[in-house]
């Protein structure tokens, strides 16, 4: 393997959605870099068997459902157990969530979104902080999306989330930096995963 492919080289790094779409897309490349990643997701067939392609000293698999305080800290937890440390938290675990027109909007769908979108990030930040503070050292980074920057780009519920998690990004990246702490966000454009093909298929639908 080449210095180039190497870069990531003993890192250990959590990756919230991992088992599919852009969160399997990283994890991968992650791994073809050197780093060991812990897939985590809900999906635990398709994370388990991801981790199983990939080998057991590249990755592994832990269940989790970012919307739960209890299972963050114990993925966060469970990783520094294993591995000692943890080099990068990438909280990537989100879906689109609540649809239709603003005058249609069930709150309920609307609370589920922001428990996985936002709360499941602040949680992400909350618990990789806790651990790499100590350490003096850091990264977090979690998926935004251009709907944060452009109206129309996604549905209503979704724009706020993302558009939320720039203030988070902002203000944990002011406080983390005197830890030695990066924070910071990757805003895609509609990424062809299968979790899109579905929203738009539902889109498709009700035109």
């Not at 991968?28 to 067939?45: C, E, K, N, T």
Request: net charge neutral.
């Amino acid at each position: 393997m080449s210095i180039l492919m190497c870069r990531f080289a003993g890192k250990v790094v959590v990756i919230t959605g991992g088992a599919s779409g852009i969160g399997e897309a990283t994890t991968r490349l992650f791994v073809s870099h050197g780093a060991h990643v812990v897939i985590a997701d809900i999906d635990q067939d398709r994370g388990q068997k991801l981790s199983d392609e990939l080998g057991t000293s590249n990755s592994c698999f832990l269940k989790c459902d970012v919307t739960k305080e209890k299972d963050v800290a114990a993925l966060v937890d469970q990783t520094m157990l294993d591995k000692g440390k943890l080099d990068i938290y990438f909280s990537n675990a989100g879906f689109v969530g609540a649809l239709g027109a603003i005058d249609k909007l069930q709150m309920e769908d609307f609370d589920a979104t922001l428990a996985v979108n936002l709360r499941g990030t602040v949680l992400g930040f909350k618990h990789a902080a806790r651990v790499m503070k100590p350490m003096r050292r850091g990264v977090i980074v979690c998926t935004g999306s251009s709907a944060s920057k452009l109206a129309g780009f996604g549905p209503h519920t979704y724009c706020i989330s993302k558009t939320a998690l720039e203030g988070l990004v902002k203000s944990t990246a002011l406080e983390l930096r005197d830890f030695g702490i990066r924070v910071n966000m990757v805003s895609p454009d509609a990424t062809a995963t299968p979790l899109f093909s579905r929203v738009l298929e539902v889109l498709i639908h009700h035109c």
